[in-house]
């Protein structure tokens, strides 16, 4: 094949299912069949690697990185004509590694949101039923894969939006330790917990993006100059004397029985294959949802005060310069992203702070040193990635906490920073269930031994 075939073949999918899907927001047809002619002609010359991994493969990305010349939107308004000047680094280390870029992906207005319904475009729905929600904030990145547009896609996560749906979808998603992938070029939400990180179909895929993606930046201060290990070398399928801990609050009340009942067969599997699993406890879990949210909307707050008309996207000119910042962020901030800032700013204010801010602050403190003492002991931790297998559109749009109650098994890692990724993990009412497997901080190498072995 050619990667002129390859890339054909991406489009012609995406045109077959993506009317009904709904993933991505942008194609780039027109660039890619380009790019990939050109590689095709380094190739027919002898001057490109065909060994290469990624040599020529289709890819999309979330709308919420810079990618050169190619709208990005983070769906929303308020960025509608906004065309970025640079590549984010992942996506520019992709493009180092010879991929074609298709797309621009769907997603929850700046990320905020667990069931793709937040976007301002357009609906995305689950590949396995369009009746419901592929899951959030990466819900393009996770419908592509899993409904066979691209073989693989970025995503972000700073709550869960990589692993929720990832786990909705039925694909791998692996949220990287907070300073493995560079945030340049990242829309901001959240800069203590956001990490990009790649969604595909199999743990496999998953390590080789992994390994183009990681590594330290310059240009984003919080990546760490830590050397990036061979992923590929971990995935021996030996996880023989592993020690597994399954926090007993991963199972508490609120997880489907559908859900548990396939964990616990994993958990089986994962003890056939010769590790040992035991209970242990995240006594701090059931303050993480609360402290993410108050943490999340604060940044939020902070990082999106630049969307004000004057530099960047859409402006909606008014007599003042005060009327012009308040047209237009009011006409350009869908619902649910106002609320994160009005809950943020709340937050900061001075009288509130420490009573919100800084105790949030506290638990994350507590959160991350709960997981630090299991892994003194345990090698991984596991369960499930969510609740629930994927709700209906419309079920839960009206009800915001119950929205974000989705996140409340994946928020917790990114308040301690570590590694996580979801399998999937079966399927419970003909709907598919996600397996949480979660790592020390930069040991994404066993965290993807154990789902290798698992899958
Ligand atoms: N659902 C979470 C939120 O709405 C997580 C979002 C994310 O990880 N980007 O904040």
Redesign the pocket.
């Known amino acids: 094949v050619t990667v002129t075939d390859l890339v054909k073949e991406s489009f012609k999918r995406i045109k077959e299912v993506d009317d009904k899907v709904g993933a991505f927001l942008l194609l780039n047809e027109e660039n890619a069949m380009a790019q990939a002619k050109k590689l095709d002609e380094q190739l027919s010359e002898g001057k490109a690697d065909p060994s290469e991994i990624l040599f020529g493969l289709p890819v999309g990305i979330k709308d919420n990185m810079m990618t050169l010349g190619m709208k990005t939107t983070a769906a929303s308004q308020i960025l509608d004509n906004f065309e970025p000047v640079y590549n984010a680094t992942a996506v520019e280390k992709l493009i180092d590694a010879n991929t074609i870029t298709v797309g621009k992906l769907n997603m929850?207005e700046f990320?905020?949101?667990?069931s793709n319904e937040n976007s301002s475009y357009k609906l995305c729905r689950n590949p396995w039923d369009l009746s419901r929600v592929p899951g959030?904030?990466?819900g393009g990145s996770a419908a592509a894969v899993a409904s066979g547009q691209v073989p693989f896609t970025l995503g972000?996560?700073?709550?869960?939006?990589?692993r929720?749906p990832a786990a909705f979808c039925g694909v791998v998603g692996l949220k990287p330790t907070y300073g493995r992938v560079s945030r340049y070029g990242l829309i901001a939400?959240a800069s203590s917990?956001?990490q990009i990180g790649p969604i595909t179909r199999t743990v496999e895929d998953n390590a080789y993006v992994m390994q183009k993606i990681a590594g330290h930046d310059h240009r984003d201060s919080t990546s760490v100059d830590k050397p990036v290990p061979d992923y590929l070398k971990a995935l021996t399928g030996d996880i023989k004397g592993m020690k597994i801990g399954v926090p007993k609050e991963f199972l508490a009340a609120g997880v489907e029985d559908g859900v548990k009942a396939r964990i616990k067969e994993a958990l089986a599997k994962l003890e056939e294959l010769g590790a040992t699993c035991e209970e242990v406890s995240l006594p701090h879990s059931k303050y993480a949802l609360p402290a993410?949210?108050i943490l999340?909307s604060s940044e939020a707050s902070a990082n999106l005060a630049r969307f004000d008309g004057i530099r960047y996207g859409v402006r909606k000119e008014e007599n003042e310069l005060l009327q012009t910042y308040k047209k237009t962020r009011s006409e350009g901030f869908g619902d649910e992203v106002k609320r994160r800032i009005m809950l943020g700013t709340f937050a900061l204010s001075s009288g509130y702070y420490d009573a919100y801010y800084t105790k949030a602050q506290k638990v994350r403190t507590l959160v991350k040193e709960d997981f630090e003492d299991l892994f003194l002991q345990y090698d991984v931790l596991i369960g499930p990635t969510t609740p629930t297998v994927p709700f209906k559109i419309g079920e839960n749009v009206e009800d915001p906490l119950t929205?974000?109650v989705?996140?409340i098994l994946?928020?917790l890692m990114?308040l301690a920073g570590v590694p996580a990724i979801s399998v999937p993990c079966g399927q419970a009412d003909g709907l598919p269930v996600g397996l949480q497997i979660i790592g020390k901080h930069f040991d994404e190498e066993t965290v993807y031994k154990v789902a290798h072995a698992f899958e």
């Open positions: 929850d990320a905020m949101g667990s959030g904030s990466s972000s996560d700073t709550g869960g939006s990589i929720e939400f917990l956001d993410y949210y999340s929205m974000y989705n996140d994946t928020n990114n």
